[in-house]
């Protein structure tokens, strides 16, 4: 909880704070990777750097943490922070890495705001800098402690043990652990960190979805290659290098699994909406309900370009055909085959069960709809939960 006179100093300065924010996060960024290179080099994800997404993200999560403080002293927002500490969780984030954050946060916040910045101003933002840190690695280190890991050693070495072009544009790797031990349990819905070595020396990290699920003795990830200007540069260079360079008995490093988008009620009805690669999650929620007899309602709904786009797309079938009752409904923009929807996600003649838990995965926008579809059809906010790849714009862009 804020304190009484933090608390007043926040909400009279948040407006100033919350409009110079983009240029805090922005110069704070520049001052991080000039006096530790190596975070960009090896942490950070240097395609969300140069589109300018991680500087939003951070921007969007600062400003709705200081937002609920004032406006919500007596609770946290846990949704956002169980959401942020999975993703530090996957990258080896430690404690002592949130007191660097600070000393060039704060040096971004006092050259941005100047003379604003009195001792009290600095206090309070202060606080709340360390009741936003010390929450985050409260959770983080229950995480790592779940996994039995210490906290930040999350790698392991796995060997690639299977390859699928399941699309022209995504590929199925399957892995498992070099050692022989026995794969870390997760959960459906989860992803893990893969971190490669590129050409120039560069450690980097993406996360991917678990497409199987916990009962399943295969650990696989789908990649989809992104393409664009800078394709072979920072935006795609994890995606194009396990395409054109990972082949089976190669060896990965892959972190334990982590990620909060999981089934939360076994025995209620289930929506499960995706566009694109947002279907692998769901893949792993299905071959889990298929496995444990789930007998409630499932709707399975998806969104792509074309059949031929759609990764997965006979498993993502035949996984809902197996359930006691289910329906699937797929979308496709360039497609007027039979038995399928042509142009965008539209759900107005989608029966959805009472009761019913929705979980999204996919490009914003399409979330965005789909969350507005399903309220407007009764299901509760809080009953709509979403997973993003990369950094979680929903805060930055609300």
Not at 156 to 179: I, K, M, Q, S
Not at 217 to 224: F, L, N, Q, W, Y
Request: a negative charge.
């Amino acid at each position: 909880m804020l304190s009484e006179k933090s608390t007043a100093t926040v909400r009279a300065t948040l407006p100033a704070v919350g409009a110079a924010i983009g240029d805090i996060a922005d110069l704070f960024y520049t001052k991080l990777f000039a006096a530790h290179p190596e975070l960009i080099r090896d942490l950070f994800n240097r395609g969300n750097q140069n589109a300018g997404l991680q500087k939003q993200a951070l921007a969007g999560s600062i400003a709705a943490f200081a937002t609920h403080l004032v406006e919500h002293p007596d609770t946290r927002p846990d949704v956002m922070l169980n959401r942020i500490a999975h993703k530090h969780a996957s990258l080896g984030v430690t404690r002592e890495q949130y007191a660097v954050v600070h000393e060039h946060l704060f040096a971004a916040i006092v050259e941005i705001l100047g003379e604003a910045v009195t001792p009290e101003v600095a206090a309070a933002w202060d606080e709340v800098y360390w009741l936003m840190a010390n929450a985050l690695i409260a959770i983080e280190e229950r995480l790592y402690a779940e996994q039995q890991v210490l906290a930040g050693d999350v790698w392991r070495t796995w060997t690639v043990t299977g390859r699928v072009e399941e699309t022209p544009d995504c590929t199925t790797f399957r892995l498992a652990p070099a050692d022989g031990a026995p794969a870390p349990s997760h959960l459906p819905g989860q992803y893990v960190s893969v971190q490669v070595e590129l050409p120039d020396g560069a450690r980097q990290i993406r996360q991917y979805s678990l497409s199987t699920s916990p009962g399943s003795p295969v650990r696989a990830i789908t990649v989809k290659r992104v393409h664009g200007p800078a394709a072979a540069g920072p935006d795609g260079e994890v995606s194009n290098h396990l395409h054109a360079r990972v082949r089976v008995g190669d060896t990965l490093r892959v972190s334990a699994p982590y990620g909060d988008l999981t089934l939360r009620d076994a025995a209620a009805p289930v929506l499960l909406a995706s566009a694109g690669i947002g279907c692998t999650p769901m893949l792993s929620m299905l071959e889990h309900l298929a496995d444990t007899g789930h007998t409630a309602p499932v709707t399975v709904l998806h969104a792509d370009r074309s059949p031929a786009d759609h990764p997965l797309r006979e498993d993502h079938r035949a996984l809902a055909d197996k359930l006691a009752d289910s329906a699937a409904h797929f979308w496709y923009e360039e497609s007027a085959e039979l038995g399928h929807h042509t142009g965008h996600m539209d759900l107005t003649a989608v029966p959805v069960a009472p009761g019913t838990t929705a979980y999204l995965c996919g490009p914003l926008p399409f979330m965005r709809a789909v969350r507005e579809q399903l309220i407007a059809k009764g299901v509760p906010a809080a009953d709509v939960h979403y997973e993003v790849f990369g950094p979680d714009l929903w805060l930055a862009s609300a």
